[in-house]
């Protein structure tokens, strides 16, 4: 007689419990398929988000090339404005170099808006004085006129009411008016006031350049700067 089974595989041969384990088995089937299907699913999208980080990465080099790219545009076209900018001060300045300002010239109200004018009293008071120093030192043999000497000059506004308002003039010829900036020092020397004891004080008028503002900006910051003893202009050209 053969053994017989254990309680639990009798219990197994039962239909019912068969039918359990076999639903067991089925359910098992179906979640490892679910879990497959989304599995898949998963594999799928992550692949479809990596390529899309990889064309990302992609147009983002494509666009930081294309900044680079841009910025050597813009270094490019900033240091052509530059160069165009430094030609175009020039030519100002050079159109410039036959005038003058003149500063401390007190002139009446009523006839500071008239040129001629104000030619005539710069010319009597500043100027022929100026000239007959180079007619002195055998420079020139006579001063010119005062219509040979000029073309036009007239007042320019000023936001100090305190002090006279500035003069702009212009020569017709840059030689004569190299000669203004050689013998001026020795006129206004020789001119100045003077104070109790015979101590002369400085001559209240000042004769310079007619600076484009970019240079007048320049030779400010050069006198400002404790490096450089001293600065100055000399046709249109910084000096220190």
Partial sequence: MPPKKPAIFMEMDEPGVMDILKKIQMDMS???RDIKTN???????????????????ELVSAQ??????LKEEKDALCMKVDGLEVKLNDQEQYQRNN???????????AE??????????????ILEPILKL??????????????TLLVNGHVLPSRDKAKPLPIILRFASKYYR????????QFFTSSSPTVPGGRPTKHPVSIFEDLTPINSKKLWEMKQNIDIESAWSMNGRLKY
Avoid: W
């Fill in 112 to 125: 500071s808006s008239d040129g001629g004018y104000v030619m005539q009293k710069v010319y009597d008071d």
């Fill in 39 to 57: 599995a898949d699913k998963q594999t799928k999208e992550f692949k479809k988000l990596s390529d899309e980080v990889i064309s990302l990465r």
């Fill in 64 to 69: 930081a090339a294309k900044i680079d790219t």
């Fill in 99 to 109: 005038c003058v300002r003149i500063h401390g010239l007190a002139l009446p109200e």
């Fill in 178 to 185: 190299s000669l203004v900036f050689k013998y001026k020092k």
């Fill in 30 to 32: 179906e979640v490892k």
């Fill in 134 to 147: 180079a007619v002195a030192a055998g420079t020139i043999t006579e001063v010119p006129l005062l219509n």
